[in-house]
């Protein structure tokens, strides 16, 4: 994350032209606050963003962006730790997380969504606690992670909810039950006010419920699930390590399943078996889910993809303690398998920024502060990571200069701001980004000042166009319209 100075992760961009978008809305050399209007409460992912504005102070919108992402990628083993810790199982285990955070999910640029991880996590640890003794203190603390767990992204939160009143749950003692659930009464509260609001919780209750009136369900057969579940996991870079460290990390696990040996505290506290049973009974419903829930609905994608991270992770609860030669070589090899995933996602990282970015920050010096630019993007993706980590080029240009771009994620209902009708680009149609051989620049681009080119040109290079190409290089090229 650190070595390069554009990470291989296909959202990233729109995450920061979303930061400078909010951080610098009053700027008027960028000029945001002519095209655009701010909603903070459209968007459930309100902490992520929160957090990112105030470090972009500092830091600036990049560098704020690579802290939370460390912050997530870090912050995951060490949540899992206190989880393992309170349920009195091998805190080791948390090793087993390591390997799983450079995932689909960080990848594709889920931030919201990796980030949500390891405070959930954390809040079944506070969860645990609280179950033990009940304090102010705790409950107080449990309260405040799981509303910033929703304000962080709804899934793992859906999960830190279900599994913290499955934690506190006391069969025949309901004032202990109450009390136990009275922190989660906030954050539930949010998302009931967020899903009768917000446009975006609209459509997740929609498609939570297999359809609606904005669109079809896609669902997904459960040969194709299967085949593309490794790729929701770790197989993210093109060629065969990854892969290969993606058997190794589940031959190790099943290693660590039956060879160990159920330790923990043989207390009948909030630590014992079955509260630690309650929490990985999260595993297979995550699982299960990942079957039953629709692919994509209406703009909402992925959606089941997101559960198989979360079915393994769940699952680490329920491996016994790790003693003797094969527990201290099952951790080795965990220990081994972090290490070279890292060091290969690097690898990765580093040629993809050397070889293949190219002159991508020239191509962005030759526009104005606060134009409007559009991206075509012929070549979108890399020789190695997969996905698409150039799609969202235009992203780039907003980040650094302002002004209004499309591709954008201003148009989508999770958007903290949108456009202002009276100063907004024409409305493009779905996967427009995807499809930049249908464009006609000369029809549909007319608005824009600029056009930022990655591969083709496509049609705009055509003598008709109303374009002159002003800067060229490997990979970019930059056109003016000529008014």
């Not at 419920?209 to 997904?220: E, L």
């Not at 393994?312 to 003693?323: G, N, T």
């Not at 070279?340 to 293949?356: H, I, M, P």
């Not at 958007?415 to 149609?429: A, I, L, Q, T």
Request: with cysteine.
């Amino acid at each position: 994350m650190w070595s390069v100075a554009h990470p291989a992760i296909q959202d990233l961009p729109q995450h920061l032209a979303a930061v400078r978008v909010l951080a610098d809305y009053g700027d008027p050399e960028l000029a945001f606050a002519q095209y655009f209007t701010v909603d903070l409460f459209r968007t459930q992912y309100l902490a992520y963003y929160l957090a990112a504005i105030v470090l972009s102070w500092p830091f600036g919108v990049l560098a704020a962006n690579k802290i939370l992402i460390t912050a997530s990628i870090v912050g995951t083993p060490y949540a899992m730790r206190a989880l393992i810790r309170a349920l009195g199982g091998d805190e080791r285990l948390a090793l087993f997380v390591v390997p799983l955070t450079w995932n689909a999910h960080l990848i594709l640029g889920f931030m919201n969504f990796t980030a949500a991880i390891p405070l959930a996590l954390w809040g079944l640890a506070l969860a645990v606690r609280l179950r033990e003794r009940w304090t102010r203190r705790r409950a107080i603390t449990l309260g405040v992670v799981t509303l910033v767990c929703f304000y962080t992204h709804v899934v793992p939160f859906a999960f830190l909810g279900l599994g913290a009143a499955l934690i506190g749950l006391e069969w025949r003692q309901h004032r202990e039950t109450a009390w136990r659930w009275l922190p989660l009464v906030p954050a539930g509260a949010a998302m009931l006010i967020w899903t009768q609001l917000s446009p975006a919780g609209e459509s997740t209750v929609s498609a939570a419920s297999g359809g609606g009136a904005r669109g079809n369900a896609i669902f997904m057969s459960a040969s194709q699930a299967l085949t593309e579940l490794p790729s929701w996991l770790t197989d993210v870079l093109h060629g065969e390590q990854d892969s290969q460290l993606l058997v190794g990390f589940g031959l190790t696990f099943v290693v660590a399943a039956v060879a160990g040996r159920r330790g923990g505290n043989a207390s009948s506290g909030p630590s014992d078996w079955t509260v630690r049973r309650r929490v990985a009974l999260l595993s297979p419903l995550a699982a299960l889910l990942y079957f039953v829930t629709p692919a994509s609905y209406d703009w909402i994608w992925p959606i089941n993809a997101r559960f198989p991270l979360l079915a393994v992770m769940f699952a680490i609860v329920a491996l016994p303690r790790q003693r003797g030669l094969v527990g201290a070589a099952v951790l080795a090899a965990v220990v081994t398998l972090s290490i070279s995933g890292s060091l290969e996602v690097r690898r990765a990282f580093v040629e993809f920024d050397r070889d293949e970015v190219g002159a991508l920050d020239e191509a962005i010096a030759q526009l104005p502060k606060g134009a409007r630019v559009a991206a075509l993007v012929f070549d979108r993706g890399s020789r190695q990571v997969k996905f698409a980590p150039f799609i969202h080029s235009a992203a780039w240009v907003q980040a650094e200069n302002g002004g209004a771009v499309m591709f954008t994620f201003a148009d989508f209902p999770q958007s903290p701001f949108v456009f202002r009708e009276d100063r907004r680009p024409p409305r493009v149609g779905p996967r427009w980004e995807w499809m930049p051989e249908r464009v006609d620049p000369g029809r549909d681009l007319t608005w824009y000042d600029y056009v930022l080119v990655r591969g083709g040109p496509g049609r705009i290079a055509q003598a008709s166009q109303p374009f002159e190409r002003v800067w060229q290089s490997q990979h970019w090229s930059v056109w003016r319209h000529v008014r």
